[in-house]
């Protein structure tokens, strides 16, 4: 029976071309599971978009002397072209900036309010001495206070994982120029976190060991779970969503900021996918209020603790309070968090300000996407970091793509072509055919991939005899 999927995938940031490492992590897989969804007779819809909201936007367009939506219009093109002839098989990918997401951030926020998970309170706020303006998480580093890890960011630290605000850093610096950051108080918009700490460790725990999250995924997000503190979702900034209080609905220099409103363009890009091409417009709630629906969210493991916890808690907090319904209904938590590690080259990270990288659109100008795809499927980071080097791809496209896959394709369809003149029409299953419809398809979403082997060997040593026969 046909079971309705919900692929979300995460959003890449638009500051910027994408790297092959970024869809290593989340355009590749999630367009494999889709794909296969789909073949197995599944209703799929997937969905993500681009990223567009934070002060890093703000930052490069003031460098750049252009406007945050004009600085964003760029690479939304970009990215649109880099995905769409890498094969990948949206449904909607579409942007933070549009009307239907900021009305739908909006009403979330105000929710989570009314349901007493936002509050206000002071914190400090890391601002530019030289220009006065606020700082940006990501453009702070220091010293991690939990491992020592001396390029901890202003938000997370990548080597412990620990969420951080950029006042915890030792020995902060700004990464625009270098200067030692002022902090002053500013007063903010909190999600309460430690409100949920309990709820998310019994989810976590249940969901992941239920649905067999990867062992990267179900460990790293206990262990983060006693560090949970509330989190500031409010920025000064003029760039991002407008607060939909009496306070700051008016006021131009704070926003919401863009970890709250990103992950919630999953809801967004689903009800603006029913609005622009479902069968109705209400039509996203056979994939968000259903429980028969099962849910994915793919990305890369820098993601995942907004994933496992800052967006299960904000469903939490909006799916709370039973004697006011919302009216999004009951929302469906993520069924499984499917994390990549990171794809490295010659063993360093992709970095783009390093100039350490292999955009996507210089693999496009130069190799076929089924090339790209190909090697990121047999040889990609899918349980653990993998690195990359053009003598490993060249290897594995030359001796298994073309040389192994693609000469039995090849050899197989000449022999059907020889002897028939077209694929035969299929009139009844046989035992070894039926073993692999039940296998690769039947009730269930996991593959036995040793079954199906022997299956594939039966069917096609049947095929040759037939062949041989003629």
Not at 350 to 368: A, K, Q
């Amino acid at each position: 029976m046909s079971k309705k999927v919900l692929c979300c995938v995460a959003w890449p940031y638009a500051n910027g071309p994408r790297h092959i490492g970024h869809v290593a992590g989340f355009g590749i897989p999630s367009d494999i599971f889709a794909r296969y969804q789909r073949m197995a007779g599944n209703d799929v819809l997937m969905v993500s978009g681009t990223d567009e909201h934070g002060t890093p936007i703000q930052v490069q367009a003031d460098q750049e002397g252009i406007t945050p939506i004009e600085l964003t219009d760029r690479y939304n093109s970009v990215i649109v072209d880099d995905l769409v002839d890498l094969g990948l098989t949206y449904d909607i990918f579409t942007r933070t900036t549009t009307s239907i997401h900021e009305e739908t951030v909006q009403k979330m926020f105000t929710r989570l309010l009314d349901n007493g998970y936002i509050y206000l309170d002071s914190v400090l706020g890391a601002f530019s001495p030289s220009t006065g303006r606020a700082l940006p998480d990501r453009y702070i580093e220091g010293v991690c206070p939990k491992c020592g890890y001396e390029q901890a960011r202003g938000d997370q630290c990548d080597n412990c994982g620990i969420q951080l605000d950029p006042a915890d850093l030792k020995n902060p610096r700004s990464k625009i120029n270098g200067e030692t950051p002022e902090f002053k108080e500013s007063e903010h918009y909190f999600l309460d976190l430690p409100a949920f700490k309990d709820e998310l460790r019994t989810y976590i725990d249940t969901v992941g060991t239920a649905n067999k999250w990867r062992d990267n995924v179900k460990k790293f997000s206990l262990n983060l779970i006693d560090d949970l503190h509330s989190r500031a979702i409010s920025r000064d900034i003029e760039w991002g969503i407008t607060i939909p209080t009496d306070k700051y609905r008016d006021d131009n220099t704070k926003k919401l900021y863009v970890w709250f409103d990103a992950v919630i363009g999953y809801l967004s890009s689903s009800i603006e996918w029913a609005t622009r091409f479902g069968d109705n417009p209400d039509s996203w709630r056979d994939y968000w209020n259903d429980r028969d629906t099962m849910t994915y969210y793919f990305m890369g493991k820098d993601n995942i603790t907004f994933h496992t916890q800052i967006w299960p808690a904000e469903l939490m907090g909006v799916n709370a309070n039973s004697e006011s319904t919302s009216e999004f209904g009951e929302l469906n938590l993520p069924d499984n968090i499917v994390s990549s590690e990171f794809l490295t080259m010659n063993d360093e990270q992709f970095s783009s300000s390093r100039g350490h990288v292999i955009y996507v659109r210089e693999m496009l100008d130069n190799y076929s996407a089924d090339a790209l795809r190909y090697y990121i499927s047999v040889a990609g980071p899918e349980v653990q970091d993998s690195n990359f080097t053009w003598e490993d791809f060249v290897t594995r496209n030359n001796n298994e793509l073309v040389a192994g896959w693609g000469n039995l394709i090849n050899r197989v369809a000449n022999l059907i072509f020889k002897n028939f003149g077209s694929v035969p029409d299929l009139k009844e299953l046989t035992d070894a055919q039926a073993n692999i419809t039940t296998t690769a398809g039947g009730d269930s979403n996991v593959v036995n991939i040793d079954e199906l082997g022997i299956a594939l060997k039966a069917e096609i040593d049947a095929a040759f005899d037939v062949i041989g026969e003629l």
